[in-house]
Nanobody, 113 residues
């Protein structure tokens, strides 16, 4: 499977964005998928995971603000982000959970006033 992230952008604090992760090759429904992010000068960190069957887990830093969803017909998973904070600024990546694929280019999310 090959994954491509999109949907990032520049948003003000308190704003919202929806990130997409689409499989260009393969079927996402077969996999548990995770979202990860890497902020400037920091290690890549786990954000959320969706295990097939509806179990979704979030890091404490995004719990209650981010929502993971799937659209199997579009072979896409989403990360809906609400109430964005300055510290959410990062490059966001998707991958299998646990990570098994090479990292893609990610999508940049910048939260700034």
């Amino acid at each position: 499977v090959q994954l491509v992230e999109s949907g990032g952008g520049l948003v003000q604090p308190g704003g919202s964005l929806r990130l997409s992760c689409t499989a260009s090759v393969g079927t996402l429904d077969y996999y548990a998928i995770g979202w990860f992010r890497q902020a400037p000068g920091k290690e890549r960190a786990w954000v959320a995971s969706d295990i097939r069957g509806g179990n979704t887990f979030y890091s404490d830093s995004v719990k209650g603000r981010f929502t993971f969803s799937r659209d199997n017909a579009k072979n896409t998973v989403y990360l809906q982000m609400y109430n964005l904070k300055l510290e959410d600024t990062a490059v966001y990546y998707c991958n299998t959970a646990p990570v098994t694929l090479p990292w893609g280019q990610g999508t940049q999310v910048t939260v700034s006033s």
